[in-house]
């Protein structure tokens, strides 16, 4: 392989190999990008309700266990 690439110009190398990668798997890495980001975007949302619900029943526990002291 390397020799190959070693009588071929810079811009075939750096240029030209990357693009005709990038237009091939392009569609491949857009799916897995967006999966990643979902899948990150959902782990928050899930954290972000359970955190929320923690709170929450947090709160109404204190509240009715200070209420039963009077």
Same mark, same amino acid.
Request: hydrophobic share 60%.
């Given at each position: 392989?390397?020799? !190959?690439?070693? &009588?071929?110009?810079?811009? *075939? #190398?750096? !240029? @030209?190999?990357? *693009? %005709? @990668?990038? /237009? /091939?798997? &392009? &569609?491949? !890495? @857009?799916?897995?990008? =967006?999966?990643? !980001?979902?899948?990150?975007?959902?782990?928050?949302?899930? /954290? @972000?309700?359970? =955190? =929320?619900? %923690?709170?929450?029943?947090? #709160?109404?526990?204190?509240?009715?266990?200070?209420? &039963?002291?009077w």
């Open positions: 392989m390397r020799e !190959i690439f070693a &009588g071929m110009p810079w811009w *075939v #190398k750096w !240029i @030209a190999v990357p *693009v %005709i @990668a990038l /237009v /091939v798997f &392009g &569609g491949l !890495i @857009a799916n897995v990008v =967006g999966f990643v !980001i979902g899948l990150l975007f959902k782990v928050l949302v899930f /954290v @972000a309700l359970v =955190g =929320g619900l %923690i709170y929450v029943v947090r #709160k109404f526990t204190t509240s009715s266990s200070s209420r &039963g002291d």
